[in-house]
């Protein structure tokens, strides 16, 4: 690609994002796509005409793990690498494709044909191994699949002509209840708000007991309301959906089947609130649902029910734009995902201010995910008892489940907020199951004594993740493969997060190999404790979960591992000597180290 063409791309883009600087990753995700790579000539472009510092931008590249500065093959290739992935065949199905292609895993090939690496999870845990090519999204890689994308490649079919089977998404919906079960007609929630007004509204969501169902469970009448009467001018709407949490994707299936649900609470939201502005920051591993999206907004549009003077009401004037993330778990976080809004490195924020206050360029800003801005809707048209008589008094209404792993009926459930998890293991079809894991890597690691739990917020919190492990499952594997995905998330801000995963993972490494004492199951402890005490925001704080979860939970796990109760060094010094001792022919004791162990 010529230094002319890409200057003349990023032109392009920087006129169809209007010159703003806050759409620098926009822009530079679309020169990723067209050209494989960010070239220098590029990057020099877009400093001059962003009046942005040439640091900021490379800064930006090397942050998000989709952007790279040198060029990625004509295929590109990244296989999901979650646990459960793993569990279905991911990485024999990596080898076989990398065996057929000619090419190193992690790695592009010298003819620039094709890049094949591993990914953190896509969101496809339920219809797994999945891989992203060029950005697409491909589930059931089976050995013929693998077999077939490695003939087409080599005779080097574009991708748009590949079988449209391999990128087929399944919804996988096992279990509906109210809010998946309810008909929302078009424009309901907003006719709700234009006979009763925000007010009472805003009053019937706090009696709902609607909170977000992220995980946090933030009470979402109370979030609007601090927006609504915050100082600020020109307030903005936000849905997260960066629905980045490993074993999570309940709201995938939310984005490809209701979105207009999603749009429609998001303009109730802007009414409430008084907001003209919205913006549906989607996962880059979603792009697949960029276009979709895109046309269910305008036929919103298109129907009076989004823009100017919605339903008729000058006074209604509110659109959304859809921004792509670029893969980086920490923009889940909502103030690291308005940083990345802003086109910057999704670094987490002081807080305070808080967004509602003080978010998007400055502006009062509330950000909620799929969940529950559609629950929202919902409950808008259909009124607070409606949503009241599901779940708990603490924990009202229901909560989607994203269920994979060990079970024969993978897939989306949703359930009265306080079932038990032992309901939902019999539900999905799961037998002599040994752990479950809620809410991703960040959450709760529960063995079978605690399967008489709720789900609810006053007991067994969660996201939506609920991934299930037999008792054939090494839960040591599953803790490596947590440790290294918060290794690599983990954004660098701050030290505690940034050293003390790297060593959590170092020490679990040293327990596998059969290298581990007491001492070092004590130092991890201390580590983990340090970390969610000391951590700038909720990764560093959550990111030690797993291992002290299983080191209290399942002890034999490690007992069994470990070679001594006293200190034992991970090498022996004098062993790795000992070819430097022959070839220099030393056996004198000064050639020896006292001790030896590291």
């Given at each position: 690609m010529s230094a002319q063409t890409a200057t003349e791309l990023s032109a392009l883009l920087v006129k169809q994002w209007n010159h703003d600087p806050s759409k620098l990753l926009q822009i530079l995700i679309g020169l990723q796509?067209?050209?494989?790579?960010?070239?220098?000539?590029?990057?020099?472009?877009?400093?001059?005409?962003?009046?942005?510092?040439?640091?900021?931008?490379?800064?930006?590249?090397?942050?998000y793990s989709f952007l790279h500065r040198q060029p990625r093959g004509r295929y590109d290739i990244l296989i999901s690498d979650n646990i459960t992935d793993q569990m279905q065949g991911s990485r024999d199905r990596a080898t076989q494709l990398a065996e057929k292609l000619g090419v190193t895993l992690g790695a592009t090939n010298e003819a620039l044909s094709v890049s094949l690496d591993y990914t953190s999870c896509i969101g496809m845990p339920d219809q797994g191994p999945a891989a992203l090519v060029n950005g697409r999204t491909i589930t059931q890689l089976t050995e013929k699949r693998v077999d077939q994308i490695a003939e087409l490649i080599n005779q080097a079919a574009p991708v748009d002509t590949w079988p449209a089977t391999f990128f087929k998404v399944e919804d996988n919906i096992q279990r509906r209840d109210i809010l998946l079960d309810t008909d929302l007609d078009e424009g309901a929630a907003l006719t709700a708000y234009l006979t009763q007004g925000a007010d009472k509204l805003l009053e019937d969501l706090e009696q709902s007991g609607l909170r977000g169902?992220?995980?946090?469970?933030f009470k979402t009448a109370l979030k609007w309301r601090f927006c609504r009467e915050a100082e600020g001018e020109d307030p903005v709407v936000v849905c997260n959906a960066d629905e980045g949490e490993p074993?999570?994707?309940?709201?995938?299936?939310l984005l490809q089947t209701y979105a207009d649900r999603l749009i429609e609470g998001m303009t109730l939201c802007a009414a409430i609130i008084g907001a003209s502005q919205g913006f549906i920051y989607l996962r880059g591993e979603y792009r697949?649902?960029?276009?979709?999206?895109?046309?269910e907004l305008q036929k919103r549009r298109d129907s009076g029910l989004l823009g100017s003077t919605i339903q008729g009401h000058a006074s209604l004037d509110f659109d959304i734009e859809i921004h792509l993330g670029?893969?980086?778990?920490?923009?889940?976080?909502?103030?690291?995902?308005?940083?990345?809004?802003?086109?910057?490195?999704?670094?987490p924020r002081v807080r305070p201010p808080f967004p509602v206050t003080h978010g998007y360029l400055g502006?009062?800003?509330?950000?909620?995910?799929?969940?529950?801005?559609?629950?929202?809707?919902?409950?808008?048209?259909?009124?607070?008892?409606?949503?009241?008589?599901?779940?708990?008094?603490?924990?009202?209404?229901?909560?989607?489940?994203?269920?994979?792993?060990d079970c024969d009926r993978p897939g989306v459930y949703e359930y009265p907020s306080g079932t038990s998890i032992q309901t939902i293991l019999a539900d999905?079809?799961?037998?002599?199951?040994?752990?479950?894991?809620?809410?991703?890597?960040?959450?709760?690691?529960?063995?079978?004594?605690?399967?008489?739990?709720?789900?609810?917020?006053?007991?067994?919190?969660?996201?939506?993740?609920?991934?299930?492990?037999?008792?054939?499952?090494?839960?040591?594997d599953v803790v490596q493969n947590f440790a290294a995905f918060f290794v690599h998330e983990s954004c660098g801000f701050c030290t505690p997060c940034r050293v003390g995963t790297s060593l959590l993972k170092k020490r679990l490494e040293k327990v596998v190999v059969g290298h581990a004492t007491g001492m070092d199951l004590e130092k991890m402890i201390e580590i983990g404790s340090l970390m969610k005490t000391s951590s700038h925001c909720g990764l560093g704080a959550t990111a030690a979960n797993p291992v002290l979860d299983t080191i209290e939970k399942f002890p034999k796990l490690y007992d069994d591992r470990l070679k001594t109760t006293s200190f034992e060094p991970a090498f022996d010094l004098n062993q790795a000597l000992d070819e430097a001792r022959e070839i220099t022919g030393r056996t004198d004791p000064g050639a020896y180290v006292k001790g030896g162990g590291v």
């Amino acid at each position: 690609m010529s230094a002319q063409t890409a200057t003349e791309l990023s032109a392009l883009l920087v006129k169809q994002w209007n010159h703003d600087p806050s759409k620098l990753l926009q822009i530079l995700i679309g020169l990723q796509s067209a050209l494989s790579h960010i070239p220098n000539e590029a990057i020099q472009y877009l400093a001059m005409e962003l009046t942005l510092p040439q640091s900021v931008i490379e800064g930006v590249i090397g942050f998000y793990s989709f952007l790279h500065r040198q060029p990625r093959g004509r295929y590109d290739i990244l296989i999901s690498d979650n646990i459960t992935d793993q569990m279905q065949g991911s990485r024999d199905r990596a080898t076989q494709l990398a065996e057929k292609l000619g090419v190193t895993l992690g790695a592009t090939n010298e003819a620039l044909s094709v890049s094949l690496d591993y990914t953190s999870c896509i969101g496809m845990p339920d219809q797994g191994p999945a891989a992203l090519v060029n950005g697409r999204t491909i589930t059931q890689l089976t050995e013929k699949r693998v077999d077939q994308i490695a003939e087409l490649i080599n005779q080097a079919a574009p991708v748009d002509t590949w079988p449209a089977t391999f990128f087929k998404v399944e919804d996988n919906i096992q279990r509906r209840d109210i809010l998946l079960d309810t008909d929302l007609d078009e424009g309901a929630a907003l006719t709700a708000y234009l006979t009763q007004g925000a007010d009472k509204l805003l009053e019937d969501l706090e009696q709902s007991g609607l909170r977000g169902r992220g995980g946090a469970g933030f009470k979402t009448a109370l979030k609007w309301r601090f927006c609504r009467e915050a100082e600020g001018e020109d307030p903005v709407v936000v849905c997260n959906a960066d629905e980045g949490e490993p074993g999570t994707f309940k709201d995938r299936v939310l984005l490809q089947t209701y979105a207009d649900r999603l749009i429609e609470g998001m303009t109730l939201c802007a009414a409430i609130i008084g907001a003209s502005q919205g913006f549906i920051y989607l996962r880059g591993e979603y792009r697949y649902l960029l276009e979709p999206l895109q046309q269910e907004l305008q036929k919103r549009r298109d129907s009076g029910l989004l823009g100017s003077t919605i339903q008729g009401h000058a006074s209604l004037d509110f659109d959304i734009e859809i921004h792509l993330g670029a893969g980086a778990y920490i923009c889940g976080e909502e103030s690291a995902l308005i940083e990345s809004l802003e086109g910057k490195r999704g670094i987490p924020r002081v807080r305070p201010p808080f967004p509602v206050t003080h978010g998007y360029l400055g502006h009062p800003t509330v950000v909620n995910n799929v969940e529950t801005f559609i629950a929202a809707a919902m409950i808008a048209a259909n009124g607070a008892e409606w949503f009241r008589s599901r779940g708990t008094a603490e924990s009202a209404g229901t909560k989607l489940l994203s269920i994979s792993g060990d079970c024969d009926r993978p897939g989306v459930y949703e359930y009265p907020s306080g079932t038990s998890i032992q309901t939902i293991l019999a539900d999905c079809g799961a037998t002599d199951t040994q752990a479950v894991q809620v809410s991703g890597p960040a959450g709760k690691t529960l063995p079978a004594t605690e399967f008489d739990r709720l789900i609810a917020f006053e007991d067994v919190p969660t996201g939506g993740s609920f991934m299930v492990f037999d008792d054939s499952r090494d839960m040591l594997d599953v803790v490596q493969n947590f440790a290294a995905f918060f290794v690599h998330e983990s954004c660098g801000f701050c030290t505690p997060c940034r050293v003390g995963t790297s060593l959590l993972k170092k020490r679990l490494e040293k327990v596998v190999v059969g290298h581990a004492t007491g001492m070092d199951l004590e130092k991890m402890i201390e580590i983990g404790s340090l970390m969610k005490t000391s951590s700038h925001c909720g990764l560093g704080a959550t990111a030690a979960n797993p291992v002290l979860d299983t080191i209290e939970k399942f002890p034999k796990l490690y007992d069994d591992r470990l070679k001594t109760t006293s200190f034992e060094p991970a090498f022996d010094l004098n062993q790795a000597l000992d070819e430097a001792r022959e070839i220099t022919g030393r056996t004198d004791p000064g050639a020896y180290v006292k001790g030896g162990g590291v």
